[in-house]
């Protein structure tokens, strides 16, 4: 048997009221337990539909539909850290490895020929325009909020404040001069970090464009589904 829209909507009901808030694993509790009643459902026919959910939620074990949620939290976590390594260790690759060279050296050459101040400036504007790069990426967390995906997918950029936190400190003390190879140490550990900063950013912003086109799609699936 098939189950009626109504009766999908009553399960989907059931599984909101035990708290899995976001949609995307809302909609693959749902196909394991509409699969499940159904198989139960046909098997005895007299079975009502809110015993069928409870045997169904039993069949799960003492914590019942969270296994499929763990298994989903798990599932997305593993392939956003995999899509976000993997782009971040591109740029270490033939392919970009010049580029990156290059970028550090024209940091590490910009804070010779600049004073400490003005290169601390020119950081401060550069942050900004990172924060434009957000705006103009449109990064929607009041759409995509109800998604695991994005949440997931936009984990890695959490992690962008403490490392401009480390670089700011970096800078303010990068007029100590101590020389590694004829190199400032200072502006080569500044040099280093804003670099890596870069190739981290663009990585994760990649890893949450994807997450927020994986939300689209499930949002669009789940209005089918409504």
Same mark, same amino acid.
């Given at each position: 048997?098939?189950?009626?829209?109504?009766?999908?909507?009553?399960?989907?009901?059931?599984?909101?009221?035990?708290?899995?808030?976001?949609?995307?694993?809302?909609?693959?509790?749902?196909?394991?337990?509409?699969?499940?009643?159904?198989?139960?459902?046909?098997?005895?026919?007299?079975?009502?539909?809110?015993?069928?959910?409870?045997?169904?939620?039993?069949?799960?074990?003492p914590?019942?539909?969270?296994?499929?949620?763990?298994?989903v939290?798990?599932?997305?976590?593993?392939?956003?850290?995999?899509?976000?390594?993997?782009?971040?260790?591109?740029?270490?690759?033939?392919?970009?490895?010049?580029?990156?060279?290059?970028?550090?050296?024209?940091?590490?050459?910009?804070?010779?020929?600049v004073?400490?101040?003005?290169?601390?400036?020119?950081?401060?504007?550069?942050?900004?325009?990172?924060?434009?790069?957000?705006?103009?990426?449109?990064?929607?967390?009041?759409?995509?909020?109800?998604?695991?995906?994005?949440?997931?997918?936009?984990?890695?950029?959490?992690?962008?404040?403490?490392?401009?936190?480390?670089?700011?400190?970096?800078?303010?003390?990068?007029? /100590?001069?101590?020389?590694?190879?004829?190199?400032?140490?200072?502006?080569?550990?500044?040099?280093?970090?804003? /670099?890596?900063?870069?190739?981290?950013?663009?990585?994760?912003?990649?890893?949450?464009?994807?997450?927020?086109?994986?939300?689209?799609?499930?949002?669009?699936?789940?209005?089918?589904?409504?």
């Open positions: 048997m098939n189950l009626t829209k109504e009766q999908l909507d009553y399960i989907r009901s059931f599984i909101q009221q035990k708290g899995y808030n976001y949609i995307d694993v809302q909609l693959e509790i749902l196909d394991h337990v509409a699969s499940s009643v159904e198989e139960k459902m046909e098997e005895n026919p007299l079975l009502g539909i809110d015993a069928a959910i409870n045997d169904t939620q039993e069949a799960f074990g914590d019942g539909f969270a296994v499929i949620q763990k298994s939290v798990n599932g997305l976590k593993k392939k956003y850290s995999k899509f976000f390594w993997q782009n971040f260790l591109d740029y270490f690759g033939y392919k970009y490895i010049l580029l990156v060279l290059f970028l550090g050296f024209v940091v590490y050459k910009l804070q010779e020929i004073s400490n101040d003005d290169f601390y400036m020119i950081y401060i504007v550069g942050m900004f325009g990172v924060i434009g790069l957000l705006l103009l990426y449109n990064i929607k967390d009041s759409i995509y909020k109800k998604y695991m995906s994005y949440k997931s997918s936009v984990s890695f950029l959490m992690f962008l404040g403490p490392f401009l936190a480390i670089t700011n400190i970096a800078i303010n003390k990068s007029v /100590t001069i101590v020389k590694i190879f004829s190199l400032n140490r200072s502006f080569l550990i500044v040099s280093v970090l804003i /670099t890596l900063f870069v190739i981290y950013f663009i990585a994760a912003l990649k890893t949450a464009k994807v997450g927020m086109r994986a939300s689209k799609h499930i949002m669009d699936k789940y209005k089918l589904v409504l």
